[in-house]
T-cell receptor
Framework: DTGVSQDPRHKITKRGQNVTFRCDPI?????LYWYRQTLGQGPEFLTY????????KSRLLSDRFSAERPKGSFSTLEIQRTEQGDSAMYLC???????????????FGPGTRLLVL | GQNIDQPTEMTATEGAIVQINCTYQ??????LFWYQQHAGEAPTFLSY????GLEEKGRFSSFLSRSKGYSYLLLKELQMKDSASYLC????????????FGKGTSLLVTP
């Protein structure tokens, strides 16, 4: 399968703990995005990388959140001191400016569902 | 974000046609996407519109009117497997590559 993959698929943690999620984009895609989705809502943009550079960050991304893409391939999203309000689905997407359909479509991974108790 | 509005829920019958509308703020518009999302799964890409008019892809079509800030997704010959949430997402020039999603329209297809 050459799609976007995310690990873990599910995570249950206690309030105050740190969690880290991983995303592996489609191999030739140089842009990588993180979104958060809560029940009954559309995904909300968190941050975006072009290669290893983090180019955009939403104001939703508090100082407890940090994302990295050290080698321009996979990315990690860490949440420190988790709160119950962090419970959500965390979606990763990737895209390429050389998309054959001449549009930059973002392709999503299956997501990591986080539950903070 | 950016006042992207879609109906919350719709119900339609198997074999019928359904139209899901989306309205958005026109200032800075830079493209519109439709995604399908089954419960607990990732959004999957359906269509993209950046110019006015209709884009057809099999049973699915998407229409855009930039001056009216309006799009619709048309699903023909509905199948039970089309029961899902349909997300309208807009790119704006002032938000780079960040997609701004509506809340989604939950479509239920009944026998």
């Amino acid at each position: 399968d050459t799609g976007v993959s995310q690990d873990p698929r599910h995570k249950i943690t206690k309030r105050g703990q740190n969690v880290t999620f991983r995303c592996d984009p489609i191999s030739e895609h140089n842009r990588l995005y993180w979104y958060r989705q809560t029940l009954g809502q559309g995904p909300e943009f968190l941050t975006y990388f072009q290669n290893e550079a983090q180019l955009e960050k939403s104001r939703l991304l508090s100082d407890r959140f940090s994302a990295e893409r050290p080698k321009g391939s996979f990315s990690t999203l860490e949440i420190q001191r988790t709160e119950q309000g962090d419970s959500a689905m965390y979606l990763c997407a990737s895209s390429s400016p050389r998309d054959r359909s001449n549009q930059e479509t973002q392709y999503f991974g299956p997501g990591t569902r986080l539950l903070v108790l | 974000g950016q006042n992207i509005d879609q109906p919350t829920e719709m119900t339609a019958t198997e074999g019928a046609i359904v139209q899901i509308n989306c309205t958005y703020q026109t200032s800075g518009f830079n493209g519109l996407f439709w995604y399908q999302q089954h419960a607990g799964e990732a959004p999957t890409f359906l269509s993209y519109n950046v110019l006015d008019g209709l884009e057809e892809k099999g049973r699915f079509s998407s229409f855009l009117s930039r001056s009216k800030g309006y799009s619709y997704l048309l699903l023909k010959e509905l199948q039970m497997k089309d029961s899902a949430s349909y997300l309208c997402a807009v790119l704006y020039r002032n938000s780079g590559y960040a997609l701004n999603f509506g809340k989604g329209t939950s479509l239920l297809v009944t026998p």
